[in-house]
Structure formats: structure tokens, C-alpha cells
């Protein structure tokens, strides 16, 4: 179900001291390709959904945030000075956005907050990102006269993951959800942080999510690993091509120069990176000409290099993919980090109904349980809405 502004006023009116606040919202996302990309410096295409996190919040005169997560209906306080921070993990994404937009040099004052999502947890669209955008924008518009600008805050978000949760995770999620604009993707160029706006407008075709149900976190998740395996195969290139500072600048025969210095993992880890950052570019291109096919192959190049070369995948998944090959659909894949989640998939407009049907009934009798189904709308980045 649609959360609505005043499914969470009326918990911010309960659990406080009755008055009522500023109201800030940030998106999930989904993306077309690029994927793993971001860390190695390449591009991504993603686009915001309308799903996300709102939160209300109003200053309390203290240094204490008190916060409320109305979906786990969990409360925690914690002080803005404290240096080791909340133990509830909900509670640090909030807690590491104050310290890294204070570190930024943001008068922070202690607040209430209670806040909702309806991005599905776990599901690879960026229910965290989503938070930790809508606190990042919310405290600058409250307490820094909006000094900061929008990339600025999609690395506090970032940065929180890394220095508080543990994920050292590239820029995509955040700097999305911070910048989506309704009814465009955005083509983003993670090194020099460029970024240009693409309408999303397929005639004849529709994005749809399938969402596996198999969780996943990326926070303990050998996601690290693949980011360190990545910077392992550039530093090894760059021994021969000093140019090359990631993957990004790396080619194939490159690859093929060092194969015997690096581990077999490794090989295939940057084998698929350096095809992903080319098919986003191609995707790119292919969308310019409408060319929807291609567009679709390419998402199923993916699928194929993160299950077999990046080994992102898990049976669930890959079997989704089977079905959206079995069912005609135009381009599938997995999104986001895998170990689970979504696979997103390019379907011709007849073949929609057919393949949601399909694909529920196809996994429920393998799996037991129904995979959710999920229409993409792109909707807004970070915004105000009371
Ligand atoms: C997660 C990370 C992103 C990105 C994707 C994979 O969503 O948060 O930075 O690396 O995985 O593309």
C-alpha cells in the first residue's frame, strides 16, 4: 500500500509531544543498467521510484535526537555528541547522516523524528539510501540554509554506510534518490559525478520488478569483497598502464596482459565490470534510437555476467531469469547488489499481463511462495512536502 504523508503525522503526533513538524521525502530506486559499476568509477543509469521514506521532524531545543521507526515500532534516543552512536541499526543511518552533515559544518539541533518506508526491505531498491537521503536533505534545508549541494548529499549518505554500517558501497543509491526527477533516468558518470537526465519514455514497453523475496544485505554480504577484488585487478593494470585508476579505464586485452597475476575470481570479476561499463553506454545509445531490443540483450548480457562472472546471483533469481526468457520478455536482470532481491525486466506492453501471471505462478510452484510483482513509475528525488 501507498504511504501517504499522514500515515506518518498521525504516529509523529502520537508518539510526541502532539505538535506537528517539517515533512521531507527520498525515493527508492531502481536501475536500467550499471551495474557495480559505481565503485569502479564507471557509469549508471538509474531512475527513482515513486516508493520510498518519509519523515517527519521538528527541532526539540536539546542535542538529543529522539526518533521513532513507525515500521519496526521501535524508539531510540541518542546524542548528537555521543561518539559511538545508537546500537539499533535503523537508528545509525540517521545517526551517521547528523554526525557527517555536522562534519560538514551544519549547525545540527537535537530533533524528534518519526519516519515509514514502502520500498520492500531488502529487495535491492534502496530502502537505506532512501533514508539516509531523506535525513540528509532534510537537515540541510532545517539547519544549514540548504548550503549543500545535492551530490554533496548523496556522499553524507554514502559515507554513512561506509564509516557506520559497513558497506563500502559506490554513489548510485544515493545520488538517485537525491536527484531523480519524475518521469527521467539519469545518466551518471560516478567519477567526475557529471550527470545528464534521460526521459523514460518506452512506447510500447514497461519496466516491471519481480521481487524474489530472498533478502539480502549488502552490510556483512561478500559485496566488499567484490569491491576490494575490483581495486586488487586495477592496482595490478596500472603496475603496465599507469593511467588506469579503476576498472573503468581498463580494456580486455588489458585484462588478458595480467591474467596470470591475479586470482581466477578476479579475472571474472573484472571481466564483467569492464563489459558493464561499456553496455551502459551502449544502452544509452540504443535508447536514443528507441531501439528497445537491443536495449533488452544488453540487460540479459548483464544477468548472465553477474551470475556467472561477478557470482552475485542465487538460484531464485536466475530462475526468474529463465522465466522472462521462456515468457518472450525483451530484457531481464537482476538489480542492484544481488545475493537476492529484484530482477528488472523490459516487456513488451501485450506480453505484461501474461508474464505477471506467469512468473507468480512458475515460482510459487518451484518455491513455494509468491514472488511480489511490482510496476515502475519513476518518480522525484528528495523533496519538502510539508
Ligand atoms: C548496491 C550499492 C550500490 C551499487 C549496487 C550495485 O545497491 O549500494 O552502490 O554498487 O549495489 O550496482
Redesign the pocket.
Known sequence: MKLTIDDVRSRFIKHFDGSTGSVYASPGRI?LIG?????NNGFVFPGAVEQGMIAEIKPNGTRMVDAYSIDLKDRTQFSLDDEKGPSASWARYIYGVCREMMALGVPVQGFNTAFAGDVPLGA?M?SS?ALESTYAFALNDMFGENKIEKMELARVGQRTEHKYIGCN?????QAISVLGKKGNLLRLDCRSGEYAYFPWEPKGYQLVLVNSCVKHE?AGSPYNERRLQCEHVAEIIKKYHPEVESLRDANYEMLEEVKAEVTEDEYKRARYVIGEVVRVLNVCEALEAGDYEKVGQMMYETHYGLSKEYEVSCEELDFLNDIAREEGVTGSRIM??GFGGCTINLIADELVPNFKQKVVEKFEAKYGKKPIVIDVVIGDGSRKLL
Open positions: 536501475n551495474e557495480h559499476t559505481d565503485y535491492g534502496s539510501a558501497c559506490g554513489i548510485m543509491d549488502l542492484g547488489g
